[in-house]
Each structure stands twice: as C-alpha cells, then as structure tokens.
C-alpha cells in the first residue's frame, strides 16, 4: 500500500512533504522535483529511514508485545476450544459457525448498533455544539474547565452515580418526575429505556471531552477567515457551515472514529448498571465477550466474537476515513 | 509564516459578552476598542444553551457531594431532599482511613484499611510515568507518520490504527501472563510498560496535527540545516504545544482512572493505586448495596487532584494553543 | 457481605462490575495446572470477599500463627466481583491462593479443571469428624467425582424480614406469623398477608375496595429480581414448598424440571403479585437494593437470606422482624440452604500448611470467633447457639432461619455442572416471565435448553 517513491495523489497539503530531494526555492506548485533520484538523494532517503526507524521503534515495541502478539493468540484461539485451563484443540470454524445461528448473538449485535447510533449520533451533536459554543462565545478556562469534568472522573464511578440517581424508587430523578405528577421510569429496568439510558449517561461523561478536542481543532481555524466573513456580514450559520465545518473535517473526523470505535466497545457502564439484563436487553457485544470467556470459561468463542468485533470495527474505521476523506494525504 | 504566540486576552473575554475567539487575531492590536457584540436573540439563545449544558454536567457533582456529606446509613429514607442527609464528614474520614471499624460500619461503610496518601501517591507516579511515555513516544511516532516519507509507513500506520481496534478483553490476559512470566506482579513496571509505549489513541491524534502544520515551516528549518530530529524538537514540538498539553492531560486523566489492569498486577498494598482501592468502596459493602456516601467521598477525592491539575494546565491550554499565521 | 448470590447476578451487584471485563483477554498460554507441593511451612495466602468478618478470621489466624510459628498467614480481602475476576486470574497464572473462601456455585468450575485440592485424604488420614458440622452442609462441598473439595464455614437458609410498625398496623401479632400458609392457587393466608399490608398513595390497603394499584406507596412484598434459575430468596421457598426441585436429584442432577406444572403454577402466582399491585413491577428492581427500599418504606416485607441479617437490622428509622417462610402445598415450609467452605488450591506449594490452617478454621476456637462476629452462622453444631446469641442481640428471631434446620424442612441449593451455562439461559427466560413480556408456558422452551447442556433434553 506504500512505497518508497512519493506515490498516490499528489495531494495539495501532501504532509510528508517531498522530502527526498529538497529543492531550495520551492516553487509554488509542488511536485517538482521528482526526477530520478541522485547516489546523494539514496543516501539522503537511506538516512530518513533510519531516523524514522528511531522515531518509531518505542511504538512498535509496544504495540507488537502488547498488542499485536496477543491479537495473533486471539485469532488462533477463536479456532481452538480454549478453556484456558485445558490444551485448545483445533476445532476450524466451528465457532464461527456457532455464532451464525447464535441468536443471543444477533441480538448482542443489534444492541450494540442501537447504542452506538444514540451514543455518537447525540454526543457527536452535542459535542460540536459546545465546542462551537465555546469557541465563538467565550474563551473562559471556567466554562472549558466544567464541560470536561465528567470526563475525570472514572467510568464505573459515572455509571455508580447515575445508577444512583437514576433509581426507579428512590433515585433524584424519579423523584423530580414525582414531583410535577409523571410516573417513574424504570430507566436501567425496562427493556425499552435500558439501551438509551446508558447511551446518554456515556454521552454525559464524553461530550466535554469530546467538545474539547474539536475545540483543539477549531483553535486551529486562522481567525481572520471569521473577522472576514463577518465584515462581509455572513451569520453566525452561516460561518459554521461553510468555515467552521470544512476546516473541522479532518479533527471531526478523527474524532468520530475514535468516539464511535470505543463506543462499539461500551462495557463498563453495562456491567456496573443493569449488567446485560433486563432480559438480555443491554447484553452488548463487549459485555457477551466477557460473560462467555470469564464466566462461562468458553474462552474459544469468546475469541471468535472478539474477532468479529474487531472486524467490525475496523470496517468502520475504513469506511469512515473514506466518506470523511480526512486520510486522503496519506492513506490513499 | 510567523509562528507567534498570542498573549493573553484580556480580561474581558471571559464575559459573558466577550469578542467571539477563534484566535481572533486582531490586527489593530489592542488600541482599538473591542466591539462589544449587542446581546442579539442568537447570542441569549446560545448562552442559554452554554449555561443549560453546564448545568447538567455539574448536577450529579453536586449530587456526588450532597450524597458524601449525607450519613449513608440513612441516606435512603428522604430520597428528595436536595441537602445532605444528616449532614457529617464520617464518608470522608472513612476515605481518608481516619474512621475506626465501628464507626465506618455504623455509617453503612466496610471499615476495611484505607492508606490514602500511600495509594494517592502511587497514583501521581504510576499516571505521570505513563503520560510521559505516551506523550514523547506518541509525538516520535506521530511525527514520523505525518512528516517523514519511509518504506512501510502506511502499512505500519495502518496496523497501529487496527490496535485502536482491538477489543481490550482480548489483549489483557496475555499480557497479564506476560507480566507473571518477567516476574512483575506487584511492582510498578508491571502497571505502566502496557501503557508506556504506545496509545494507538496520542499517535493518531498527534499525527492528525501534525499533518495540518505547513510544510513550509519546516523545510525553512531544513534549509537552517536542522535534520528531522531538529525540526522535530526545535519547530514541530513547540508548534503543537497546544495538541500535546491536550494530550497530556486527556491521557493522564486516562491512566489515573484505569482500574481493572492495575487491580489485575498491581493490587499489592504498597503499589496499590487509588482507583484500586476504592474499589473497597464499591463491591466491599454488605449486600451489594455500595456505600454510597463513601464511594462518592471517595470518588470526589480521587478526582480531585485530576480536577486541579485540570484547573491549572487549561489555562495553559487556552494561552499556548492560540497560533496564528500557521497556514 | 456474603453475598451468596448465583453468579451471573454477581456480576452485576456492587457494581462491581466494572472493568473487569478486561480481563479476560486474550489469552495466553495453556496454562498447566501446577502439581503442588507439601511444604508444612513459609507464608500462607488465604483470601476472602466479605470485610465485615475480616476482623474475626484476623484473629483466628493469630491463633494459628501461635501455635504454627513457621507459618504465617496473610489474608487479602477483595468485594464479591473482583475476588472471583482475581481467583480466575490467578488460577490460569498459576498464582492462586493458597487456601480461599469457595462457594458452591463456583467450585464445580475448578473442581473440574483439577484446580483444588480433594481433601478426602487429609479428612481420613488425620479423622476429622465431618459429623460436627450442621447438616447438610458438608455434603454440598463434594463435587460430582465424589472427591471432596471444601471444609464447610458457615451456613445460611431464608426466611422473611418485615417491617415491625407496619405489621402491628395491618392487626397482625409476630406470632401469628408463624402459622401463614400458602397455596399457588390463591397465596393462602400468605397472600391475604401481603395484601394487607400494601398499601396505595391514598391509604388504602390492597385488601379493601378502592385500592389503587396503579399509585402503590408501600408494596408488600419486595422484588430482588426474577431469581434466574435458582431463585435463592426470590421464588425457591415457594415453589420448594409444593415438593418441587429444581433437579431430578439433589446434587449433581442431570436434568432440570422448569417445565413441571408445580414450579409454572408458583411462578405464575408470583408473578401474579405484580399485576395485583403488591408487588414492584420487575423493572422497578434494577438498581434500589432491597435494604433501601424497605428503610424508604417501600417495601413492608422481603424475602432475605440470613447473611443478611445484620446488615439489615444495622438499617436506621426502621425496626425489622422476621418469621419463617410460610407452609406449602406439601404441608411443610422450605427455605434453601448453602453452605460456604474453605477450598485449597492444587498449586499451592505448601498444602501441608494449607490443610492445618484449614484444620483450624474448623476447630471450636476459631469457629466461636466467627460466632461472635456475629455476621454468619457458623457450620459448626456446637457454636451456633453462640452467633444465635450474638445475633439475638440485634433484637432479630433467629429462629425464622435455623427452624430449617431443625425440623429439616431445607432444600439444598441446586449445584450441578454448567451452572454459569444454566443461569445464562435461565436469566433472560425468567425476566422476560416476570417481567410480563413472555407467558409462563416460555419456560418449557428454556428448560430444553437447559437440559440440552446435559443431553437430556427430551427429542423433539
């Protein structure tokens, strides 16, 4: 998919730069410059890559111990019985097969999609809309400082508190809906309400902090395209949609495929709240995972689920950086 | 192409009324008196907003708070009340491990042993350690995807991106065995070294940075003669000081919350964190009813330093990401 | 506390949950089980979940370091969730503890791997008398092999706690609560009970005209949850009171009888309580523990386990009483029992200390500390007038609980094999039942599924 020689589009902001063959007065039009390449150019390139090898190599320590060789462990076991207290034996596909008429699951998997759609769809808008907020109101470190705090505080700890308050007999809010004449809901209790409950509790903790890093992006918007725009009296709309939108794309779309990768894998705030139930209504995929490996030591099919989690997700990432285009300098 | 560093703003920013931001670069410096936006309908609405948005997102702390000053014994009989429930700091000294059994467990509490400072300051280490790794390592990284052209770059970037993906309920117990066979368990390299290296998390974000930088910036600093190592240190890190503080502080705050890894290797008193060890505040409790007023004492103090240290590093923030002329 | 819950439920609980998922990952490597050894001396590991009787076993391990100078035990506390997320752990890393507190839910699991220790040896070889333990209590700690795998602590069965102002308002004196008595048809006098004591926003009971089940302010009887496939304090005291049993054999059974007209006729009067209004519609019961809803005055009764007992009676504003669960269709009460017990590890290099510190669990020494800790009913016979004691001091009737015991009217908690796999299914199904989304006859369906894990499920 790469190569040595500048190769793919040659895109306007191509980042890397031409780096091999500096050219002192770079003229406007990029792409020059790109002859054949001269014994110095060689050495120059052969130099660039043991540099990039230095830069890179504590990363790549890292990932291939302590996620790439596990990753591998993983994929084979999604083929084996593993117990994890017996040898696997090789059992093919038989896993996968399971899980195609495993309707526990098709359902884990819809859950799943159900959660995602709430959770990025509110927090994504949510989140732009304070991050825009802040940046064209206010510069205060005190209004930055409050919409990130439930970011700090522990995931399992946010879910507690709304478990908390969120009681159908007892928690604040129930009692609020009491007090101006609703009935209570069984908010992490009915079927209907579980899903959605925990998606907007999730979207509490993250939508400051994901304000925060599409705000990090929009510091990065010169501001005189605004002062122009506003001199050629364009609204405040106006300004979002064709400044503040197209020069967010590339953070707005890193951001969705971060916030919507670990949305896929919501798990703590399940299992501290209504753990899979009621009736395998808030069974995501992520908490399925954990309950056929620990409880139920099926480590092999829990491995095989993983798998088509995993997939899934890179699906997404994918196809995301495509619609978004935010990779096209480099990745394609 | 001047990389320039916006001073403070005034104070008047930070009313309600302030100038709209966005690096607001304001060629008639500071002479010309700032116009005030009037206070139209749009700008009500979007205040109204702002504040609606805060208000829910302080809510349950102050919910948090009400609960940890409420004697949790008694906590459930007056559900409404918007004050503390007979009001006493007995949550907090049950934190702070100043409670004696009796007294802990006569408040709905466990009376298990708490060394606070001992935990708090495993805590600072073990996050600080991880966030500095993350931080130089990623932005190496990072810098090497986004501005350097290399055999294999994409491929590798392709496959640090699918590590973003991987499920973690696959990659813990591996490791955990990994750890067991160093003969780590219980020891503080055991909590950082999977964190340590690499975050797929820093180098993306960095890298999506990077890539908006101008080339121009740093072939003029090629042209002073600077290598990639210059350039990266002397243009590129200062440049992004604004992404990397952010980083930072998102990753510490990542590492100080981690539970479950540390609880994993680490639950030995004497490296045990403090997301560790509230856990006692949490499944310790009689009957799986938490403690709630303890747990959310605790949950408060153990945010606490995350929150100043937030309240000290956004100010920086704000001042160092305000670039202008970058493009 | 000794939360004696089936696992799946635990899961969830203390919220404990937590990131615990994490953990299990992705697996390593095959990790053998270690053979062990038998060293009679060094450092022994032993673990527990319940803080509240942490003092008490402190102290009996002082008494042990005492007369075993050469061994020291440390004990390491973990709540209910992370402790069996930390035990598996430790079990696929080869690092167990050396002995841990073990429930009858979970051993069959490691029993199976060959990851504890039997100890039918060690009892024959140094004579320990199994018959000075309540009854029944050992027996739950031999695994389907026959091989024995845990020495017995304590024990517990269930019994009904209520709220004393509440009774004395519905007309009902604590003695008549003796002689309740229940039927599937029409609850009995049980079921009149309930009623009366629930009662709508408006004060009316839910015995007299005009009750409003629509606006309950106390409901009669509390929910937990729909008991998944045990229904420990949930449904088991009913449906154990028509001679109903969950397996076709006590221990180790085969086959699961879900479809059987007695246990669908109980939990369709249970169930039944919702519609009635006496009892919270089951969605209402995730997140409020029973405890706060009987002290916000919700709840007037509860079905509870008595490891419950002085968590609840430490609750303020409310004064609690208790009396046994009521009299069946079979003409007897039933109440399941369990015991917890102390298992050691294959692994564990020193078993030689490992079974004298379990030796010294047992002994009358330590037990009589447990006793007076005042947490738990000891599983010795000979001290558990010593924690009724203790215990009696909390003002609480002891009584509801251990007239199990002695008119042998217990049912033993059902183990067999697969439980995890058992409550998997039996979870949603019996959500889904009273949860009112799916009819009582569903049950059947499940119970194939259940019984397909054995392979006996009948051909269709």
């Not at chain 1, 990065?220 to 001199?231: D, F, N, S, V």
């Not at chain 3, 092999?145 to 004395?168: C, H, Q, W």
């Not at chain 3, 009750?211 to 302010?217: L, Y």
């Not at chain 3, 109980?266 to 019961?285: E, N």
Request: aromatic share 12%; net charge negative; hydrophobic share 45%.
């Amino acid at each position: 998919m790469s190569s040595t020689a500048p190769s793919g589009p040659a895109l306007p902001q191509s980042p890397a730069g031409d780096g091999p063959v500096p050219v002192p007065a770079r003229p406007p039009g990029r792409g020059g410059g790109r002859g054949a390449q001269s014994d110095g150019a060689r050495a120059r390139q052969r130099r660039e890559n043991l540099v990039a090898a230095g830069f890179i190599a504590p990363s790549l320590l890292g990932f291939g111990v302590f996620y790439f060789w596990p990753t591998l462990r993983g994929l084979y076991f999604s083929l084996t019985d593993f117990d994890f207290f017996s040898a696997p034996a090789f059992v093919g596909l038989a896993n996968y097969q399971r899980l195609l008429e495993d309707p526990t699951f098709w359902n884990a998997m819809r859950v799943t999609l159900l959660y995602v759609a709430i959770n990025i769809g509110v927090q994504t808008v949510l989140a732009l809309a304070i991050a825009v907020l802040m940046h064209r109101l206010t510069q205060s470190t005190f209004v930055r400082s409050v919409v990130v705090m439930p970011y700090l505080v522990a995931n399992v700890v946010v879910a507690l508190v709304f478990f908390w308050m969120l009681d159908a007999q007892i928690g604040i809010v129930n009692q609020a809906l009491a007090g101006v004449g609703l009935d209570p809901v069984a908010f992490f209790g009915d079927e209907a309400w579980v899903i959605p409950t925990i998606a907007l509790v999730n979207v509490w903790r993250h939508m400051g902090y994901t304000a925060l890093l599409l705000f990090a992006g929009l510091q990065m918007i010169p501001g005189h395209l605004y002062e122009a725009a506003r001199t050629d009296g364009a609204s405040e709309w106006r300004m979002f949609w064709s400044i503040t939108l197209p020069l967010l794309r590339p953070v707005l779309a890193v951001v969705l495929v971060i916030t919507m990768i670990g949305s896929f894998q919501v798990f703590d705030t399940v299992a501290v709240t209504a753990a899979g139930g009621p009736a395998d209504a808030s069974r995501v995929l992520q908490y399925y995972i954990f309950d056929l490996a620990f409880q139920r030591l099926d480590y092999g099919y829990a491995s095989a689920v993983s798998v088509v989690l995993l997939l899934i997700l890179m699906a997404v990432a994918v196809v995301q950086l495509r619609l978004t285009r935010a990779n096209e300098s480099d990745l394609g | 192409m001047a990389v320039t560093t916006e001073p403070s703003r005034p104070a008047a920013d930070d009313t309600p009324t302030g100038t709209a931001g966005g690096g607001g670069a304001d060629p008639g410096g500071r002479v010309r008196p700032r116009r005030r936006p009037r206070p139209t309908a749009g700008r009500v609405l979007a205040w109204t907003a702002l504040v609606g948005i805060m208000a829910i997102t302080l809510f349950p702390f102050y919910w948090m708070l009400r609960t940890a000053l409420s004697d949790g014994s008694v906590l459930a009989t007056q559900p409404s009340s918007l004050l503390p429930v007979e009001p006493t700091t007995g949550a907090f000294e049950r934190v702070f491990g100043l409670a004696t059994t009796e007294e802990a467990q006569a408040q709905g509490g466990s009376g298990a042993a708490i060394s606070f400072w001992r935990y708090l300051l495993n805590s600072v280490l073990v996050a600080t350690v991880i966030t500095a790794g993350q931080v130089v390592f990623g932005a190496m990284a990072a810098y090497a995807f986004a501005r350097m052209r290399w055999p294999g770059r994409d491929a590798v970037f392709f496959l640090f991106l699918t590590a973003l993906m991987v499920p973690p309920i696959f990659t813990q117990l591996p490791n955990f065995l990994l750890m067991r066979d160093l003969g780590l368990l219980n020891t503080y390299p055991a909590i950082i070294l999977p964190f340590f290296f690499m975050t797929p998390f820093a180098i993306f974000f960095l890298r999506q940075f990077f890539l908006g930088i101008s080339s121009e910036v740093e072939e003029a600093a090629r042209l002073d003669g600077s290598g990639h190592v210059g350039t990266f240190v002397r243009i590129i890190v200062p440049m992004s000081w604004g992404p990397i503080t952010t980083l930072a502080l998102l990753q510490y705050v990542l590492a100080w919350n981690e539970y479950f890894w540390p609880l994993l290797v680490g639950s030995a008193q004497d490296v045990r964190v403090l997301t560790v060890a509230l856990g006692i505040f949490r499944s310790q409790t009689p009957q799986g009813t938490p403690d709630w007023a303890g747990l959310m004492a605790a949950t408060l103090v153990a945010a606490l330093p995350v929150l100043l240290l937030f309240a000290v590093t956004s100010r920086k923030i704000v001042n160092s990401i305000g670039f202008s002329g970058i493009k | 506390m000794t939360r004696r819950r089936t696992p799946g439920r635990a899961a969830r609980a203390a919220a404990a949950g937590t990131a615990l998922g994490l953990l299990v990952a992705g697996c390593g490597t095959t990790s053998e089980v270690g053979e062990g050894g038998w060293e009679e001396t060094g450092t022994l590991t032993y673990w527990m979940w319940d803080s509240a009787q942490l003092p008490a076993y402190q102290q009996c391990a002082e008494q042990f370091e005492a007369d075993n100078p050469d061994v020291d035990v440390v004990i390491e506390q973990f709540g209910w969730d992370d402790y069996w997320d930390k035990l598996f752990t430790a079990f696929v890393s080869n690092s167990a503890p050396d002995v841990f507190v073990d429930h009858t839910s979970r051993y069959a699991d490691y029993a199976t791997r060959g990851l504890l220790q039997p100890l039918d040896d060690l009892v024959e070889r140094d004579g320990v008398d199994l018959s000075v333990y309540v009854e029944g209590t050992t027996d739950l700690w031999v695994g389907p092999d026959g091989s024995r795998y845990g020495l017995p602590k304590d024990f517990d069965t269930v019994g009904v706690f209520y709220n004393a102002e509440m009774m004395a308002d519905a007309g009902y004196a604590p003695e008549d609560l003796w002689e309740l008595d229940w039927n599937p048809e029409d609850g009995g006098s049980y079921e009149e009970l309930i009623a009366r004591l629930t009662v709508d926003r408006n004060g009316v009971r839910g015995d007299e005209p005009g009750f409003d089940k629509t606006s309950v302010a106390t409901y009669g009887l509390a929910l937990e949850g729909a008991g998944e496939g045990f229904g420990q304090t949930e449904w088991s005291m009913y449906t154990g009171a028509t001679g109903w049993t969950h397996t076709d054999q006590p221990l180790w059974g085969t086959e699961y009888q879900y479809d059987d007209p007695r246990f669908q006729a109980t939990i369709a009067w249970w169930r039944g309580l919702v519609d009635k209004g006496y009892m919270p519609p089951l969605a209402q019961t995730v997140g409020g523990s029973v405890d706060q809803q009987l002290q916000a005055d919700r709840y007037a009764m509860a079905t509870q386990g008595s490891w419950n007992i002085n968590n609840l009676t430490r609750l303020q504003g409310i004064e609690l009483g208790t009396f046994p669960t009521p009299v069946g269709p079979s003409g007897e009460r039933a109440a399941m029992f369990n015991s917890l017990a102390d298992s050691i590890s294959t692994s564990s290099p020193r078993k030689g200390a490992a079974w004298a510190w379990v030796k010294h669990l047992g002994t009358v020494e330590c037990q009589s500390v447990v006793a007076r800790g005042g947490v738990v009913l000891p599983a010795r016979t000979e001290v558990v007038a010593e924690a009724e004691q203790t215990l009696a001091a909390t003002g609480v009737d002891i009584k509801a609980f251990t007239v199990h015991v002695e008119e042998g009217t217990t049912i033993p908690v059902p183990i067999t094999e697969n439980g995890a796999e058992v409550n998997a299914i039996m979870g949603p199904a019996m959500d889904r039942v009273v949860g009112s989304t799916a009819p009582v006859e569903s049950l059947v369906e499940a119970n194939e599924r259940v019984n397909r894990l054995f392979g006996t499920a009948d051909p269709q």
